[in-house]
């Protein structure tokens, strides 16, 4: 019965042994754990395309403002002003400003960089500019700002010239003055260049301005308009909007820079620099091994027809199954079961932009931001703007459309009186008696060199106004000045006058009619005298500081 009991036992240990192969089994290994597979490594992402165009309108404009001894101090003032003015044009255009002095040597007043025409501080700035005076070379001016001003890289580059036109130079000097080759170097180098007469009448040269411009649209002549030089920047910078973008393709296509362009199968266009032409590349394709080959869309060269895929046939050529062909930037076309299926998609336009530009590769064109805004005869005036088309109206820009409506006066009075260059008639009861004539409510007028009258109410006396005088006790010879209450110790050059002394290339009214102009130093001035008709009425008015008599 023993061995009964055993035989379990002896069994199981022969098992062992068996697999084993040794008397006493062995302990088995440690797994090893795995070697973790290395992360997937993300593609790198696509990287963005450039903007075709800029985001805002942008542009930098230099004004370059003669403040030699051929401008006198009142005409340089008013070009200050001007610029001060020019400021108040745009709404929300990126612009930035600088100015350059110049008479036989250009300086710069404000640098470009400092300040955009938005910024508060540089209508201060610009009143704080001071005349030197002396020779006035144009043509150093233009090369100076070529050469010197650091434009942004990128953005359209505008120049306002306020000058005379009326280059001076010595004998040396004389040669170094081309102020035409300097105009076209400038031009050359992607400077747009505008030029505002300053000056009296028959004191500005523009046949020489012109030739600086290089274009009569681009001259202002003789008229206080700032907002029409801005406006007609805005224009000239929208009808470049294309080439700014990139490559102009055929007529109406723009390849932005640094973009590839098919604008078909066999043809790839590359736009290196904005304003160039493109370079394309037209590929030309071997004759395929047979007798009737086939077209693929979007491959250049036919295959032959053992070679195509399965497909949908469209215009000729073979769409394969599940893939897509655009046949045009606003056709999308994909092959499913036996048929291509194409769709397009629909584009809106804007009154408010006054020109379009397609881009290679998009379906819809774009309105580049410096083409927003109502087109007029000045130019492009911003959306938001207001435009004063005279004294009595003034127009908006909204929406694409400009609003005009005229100034409401309320003057109500028995005896209404115009005035040229005002709007609203004045009322003669509403003002002060003097025996120059009648001065308006709120209103300044100088009777002489250092007496100034207000008119404090309606039918009260004038009140009126002299200030003091001081000389230091040096001063052995003081000069009278014209136009100024105060004598001075050192007389500038000009023409003598009643006592007085006209500066150079100034200008004094000693009453309301006349007006004496100093062109040569030590002369008479030439004094020219208005004459006028008699009104057509029998009680005529005379308005102080105002020539002739209107009438009510």
Known sequence: MMWKLLLPTLVMFVSIHQTSGENYPTPAPEPVPPTPAPEPVPPAPEPEPPAPVAPVCATDVVFIVDDSSSVSSSWFGRAKQFIIDFLQCFTDQDVGIGVILFNCVPRTGIPLGMYTAADAGLPAAISLMMRQGGLSRIGQA??????????????????????????????????????????????????????????????????????????????????????????RILANLCASAAALAGCMYGNAVVIPVGYEYKPDDCTMCTCDAAGEAPACAVYSCAPPPCDNPVRVAGQCCPVCDFEAPAGCLYNGAIIPFGEEYKPSDCTSCHCYGDEAVCSGGGCGASSACQQYIRIAGQCCPICPPCCLGCNHDVGIIPMGATYEMDACSSCRCSGGSMGCSGRGCGVSCSNPVYIEGRCCPVCPENSCEHADGFILVGENYKVDNCMTCTCPAAGAEPACFTPGCYLPPECDSPAQIAGQCCPVCEAPEGCPYNGMIIPLNDSFKPDDCTTCTCSVAGEAPLCIAVSCALPPCPDPVKIAGQCCLTCP
């Open 142 to 231: 233009i090369s100076f700002m070529t050469a010197t001003t650091s434009f942004r890289h990128g953005v359209p580059k505008a120049v306002v010239i306020l000058t005379d036109g009326m280059p001076q130079s010595d004998a040396a000097g004389q040669t170094m003055d081309d102020y035409e080759a300097q105009a076209i170097a400038a031009r050359n180098a992607g400077i747009d260049l505008y030029a505002v007469g300053i000056g009296g009448p028959g004191r500005v040269d523009f046949d020489v301005l012109e030739t600086i411009t290089g274009s009569e649209d681009r001259l202002f002549r003789g008229e206080y308009n700032p907002c029409k030089v801005a406006y």
